[in-house]
């Protein structure tokens, strides 16, 4: 195959390997072509909005503003704050929209990644079966039965455990590709929270339907550009297996006290419904309350001013309020109070996420140590040519020398070079994650890695 097509191929396999499909792509595939129009009816027997295709891959509206993607120029047009460009521009009036197109780009590419990778599970015939599997979804969406699972089960499809950048960015983008996305965002939750896959159109009515929800961008909207790192999220440090604990504003001191004895919480929720707060009572506050009159009604030690936010707000944004309220409360993305947060909480997530953080900088410097201490840096340069210093080396670095055969005959560690470059790898892995900040936690069984490979470094550094 020529080089050019074989180039060709590469770029076109991206588009089911974590990028969107761009306009461009449409044309290159000669399934758009330059100047023809396309109409955007938004309103039945009303003139259609129209736009021209651009030889860059942009629409141009009538007048003269171009935009990068059919959803900003949708929602320009239209006066909305967004809108579903792919689903709602179509070429003439009775033509495909942009959004079968896509389609139609997306099956073709995936047939030609199975015949190219042979059918293999990891290769084309696994894109395939996402690109069924994700159409099969649409269809369930637009009939209103969306597919809901977990957002593990979701990680599945892509082969994956747990939502690091690269991870978290493939699964947008095929989302969107197929004008897909989840609600609640499958970013800004735990990993066994059940999720819908819902269009984007109803992913925006779903967001904006209470004020006091901040919505997440619709995928379909973000260009290629656009981070997917949102940071550990209120929702990532709520478990569905541990509900909301509530009494409603008649309760007695009595009921507020036995939940809180039987679950061990300092405060309890005080709902009229699942939407409607009237503030938390706590023990500072009964204690208050009962100090001022011991007759005092329960009413006088409900918290009214109890801080609220969303669950797709960062942990990082909220620690001020958090440190001085000592416990906010998260509301959903359909505007139920869906948790509380404690500074407790946030002491065991950063408990949670500092113990492989510290054991991996054990690690490094174990690493460096050893190679410091057992090769030259003449050695050192002639397994890893771009060596510069010992202080400067990084993980990576540490594995290329240690995987050179002079290198490790130098060690004379009666070890398996092999194996033990297999588990560095593993290490390194998990450094990344680690350093990237995952919302995820690290499994038990690779903070044991951590502790194994760590304890054997210092066992034969002696």
């Known amino acids: 195959m020529p080089p050019g097509r074989t180039s060709r191929r590469v770029r076109r396999e991206l588009l089911i390997n974590g990028r969107r499909v761009r306009i461009s792509d449409l044309l290159e595939a000669n399934l758009l072509q330059a100047g023809q129009t396309l109409l955007f009816e938004q309103r039945i027997g009303e003139p259609p909005h129209t736009a021209t295709v651009t030889r860059r891959g942009s629409l141009k509206l009538v007048d003269g503003r171009e935009f990068a993607t059919p959803s900003k120029a949708a929602a320009t047009i239209a006066k909305l704050s967004a809108a579903p460009g792919w689903s709602v521009w179509r070429v003439g009036r009775d033509g495909p929209t942009l959004h079968e197109l896509r389609q139609e780009l997306l099956l073709s590419v995936t047939e030609e990644a199975a015949a190219a990778n042979g059918g293999s599970t990891d290769g084309g015939s696994a ?13 369930k969406a637009e009939a209103g039965t969306p597919e809901k699972l977990t957002v593990r089960d979701l990680l599945k499809f892509w082969h994956l455990e ?12 095929d989302l969107a590709n197929h004008s897909l996305t989840t609600v609640p965002d499958f970013r800004a939750v735990n990993l066994d929270r059940v999720v819908s896959l819902v269009t ?16 997440v961008a619709a995928p379909d909207e973000l260009n290629e550009e656009d981070s997917f790192d949102i940071g550990l999220t209120l929702g990532n440090l709520l478990s569905d297996q541990r509900p909301l604990a509530s009494v409603e504003p008649s309760a007695s001191f009595d009921q507020a006290i036995t939940i809180m004895l039987l679950n061990d919480y300092s405060q309890v929720a005080v709902l009229t419904s699942p939407d409607v707060l009237h503030g938390a009572v706590s023990w500072k506050s009964i204690a208050q309350a009962k100090n001022a009159d011991p007759k ?14 969303s669950y797709s707000d960062r942990l990082l944004d909220v620690l001020d309020v958090l440190q001085k309220e000592e416990f906010i409360f998260v509301r959903d993305f359909d505007g139920r109070i869906y948790g509380i947060i404690t500074a407790a909480d946030v002491v065991n997530k950063y408990d949670e996420t500092a113990t492989p953080f510290f054991l991996i900088g054990e690690v490094d410097q174990e690493l460096r140590q050893l190679i410091q201490s057992a090769f030259d840096k003449d050695l050192v340069k002639m397994a890893y040519s771009n060596f510069s210093s010992f202080d400067k080396m990084t993980m990576g670095q540490y594995q290329a020398v240690l995987n050179d055969a002079n290198c490790w005959r130098a060690l004379g560690w009666s070890l398996d070079r092999t194996l033990f470059i297999e ?28 502790r194994h490979f760590l304890n054997l470094i210092r066992a034969y550094n002696r």
């Open 127 to 139: 894109a395939r079966q996402r690109f069924e599997s994700l159409n099969d979804a649409r269809k």
């Open 162 to 173: 747990d939502r690091d950048r690269a991870g978290s960015a493939q699964i947008a983008a």
């Open 423 to 450: 588990r560095l790898n593993e290490i390194r892995n998990l450094r990344n994650t680690v350093m990237h900040f995952n919302p995820d936690p690290i499994r038990d069984v690779d903070v044991e890695k951590l």
């Open 296 to 309: 005092a009604s329960f009413s006088s030690a409900i918290i009214r001013d109890a801080k609220v936010f």
């Open 200 to 215: 984007i159109s109803e992913a925006e009515s779903a967001e904006s339907s209470d004020g006091s929800v901040g919505s």
